[in-house]
C-alpha cells in the first residue's frame, strides 16, 4: 500500500485515489520522461522534464554535475502524467479528460558508489530504450565524472487515475448533443538513421521490433 502522508493524502477527487504499489509501478514504468520540481536556492521554482529508471523501490534521474537541481539539497516532486483521452460531455463544466498520473515526494540522494551509479545509468537508458544499454559504449571515467545521478525513495507518493465515459448532469443527457471519449494513443515510427552513419550497419532488433506494427 502507498503510504498517507499530508502531501499524498487525497483532497478533491478521491475516487480517483489508487493506493497500491502496484498501482504506482504502473504508472511509473508506462512513462519515459517525468517533471521534477524543485526549488532553486535563491527561491525560483523551477519544474524540469528529464528521463528517468526505476530500480525496486528507487527512482534514479541524471544530468549535468554542474545543475544546482541534481545536488540532493531539498525536497523535490517528481509527477508522471499519461494523457489516455478526452473526455467530451453535454455541458462545457463537465468535460474531463482520462489520465493516469503519479507524483513522488521527498528529498534526492546523490549517488556516489561507483555501481549503483552505472546501475542508476543503466535503468534509465533501458527505460527509453530496452536493449541499449549493451548495445552501445558504455560511459567512460571523464564521462561519467560529468554526469550527476539521484537517487529518489518511493516511500512517498500518490497515484490517480481518472477513465470512463463522461459524468453530466441528469438533466443534460437527453440533450441533442454527442458525447463520449476520444482517446489519444501513442505509437513509435519507423526509425531514422543517423546521415553519418556507416553503409550496411542495420537497425538492431531491439529498436525495429519496438517500430513494428502494433507497438
Not at 502507498?2 to 498501482?23: I, Q, Y
Not at 453535454?90 to 561507483?114: C, E, I, K, L, Q
Not at 465515459?165 to 501513442?186: I, T
Not at 519507423?190 to 519496438?210: F, Q, T
Request: neutral net charge; aromatic residues 4%.
Amino acid at each position: 500500500m502507498l503510504s498517507t502522508t499530508p502531501r499524498t493524502r487525497p483532497g478533491r477527487m478521491k475516487e480517483r485515489a489508487r493506493t497500491g504499489r502496484e498501482d504506482l509501478y504502473a504508472v511509473l514504468d508506462a512513462g519515459l520522461i517525468c517533471h521534477l520540481g524543485v526549488v532553486r536556492s535563491d527561491g525560483t521554482p523551477t519544474v524540469l522534464p528529464t528521463c528517468y529508471g526505476r530500480i525496486d523501490e528507487t527512482l534514479y534521474l541524471h544530468g549535468s554535475t554542474g545543475s544546482p537541481s541534481l545536488r540532493g539539497e531539498g525536497e523535490v516532486c517528481v509527477t508522471v502524467t499519461h494523457l489516455d483521452g478526452i473526455v467530451l460531455a453535454r455541458s462545457v463544466f463537465n468535460h474531463s479528460v482520462n489520465y493516469r498520473s503519479a507524483m513522488v515526494y521527498g528529498r534526492p540522494r546523490v549517488v556516489t558508489d561507483p555501481e549503483e551509479r552505472l546501475a542508476g545509468l543503466r535503468a534509465i537508458t533501458e527505460r527509453l530504450a530496452p536493449g541499449q544499454w549493451d548495445a552501445v559504449r558504455l560511459p567512460t571515467r571523464k564521462e561519467l565524472a560529468a554526469t550527476a545521478v539521484v537517487a529518489l525513495s518511493l516511500a512517498e507518493a500518490s497515484v490517480k487515475v481518472r477513465q470512463g465515459p463522461p459524468g453530466d448532469e441528469e438533466e443534460d443527457y437527453a440533450l441533442p448533443v454527442w458525447a463520449g471519449v476520444l482517446p489519444l494513443r501513442a505509437s513509435w515510427g519507423e526509425p531514422e538513421a543517423d546521415p553519418a552513419l556507416p553503409a550496411g550497419v542495420d537497425v538492431p532488433g531491439h529498436i525495429a521490433s519496438r517500430a513494428a506494427p502494433g507497438r
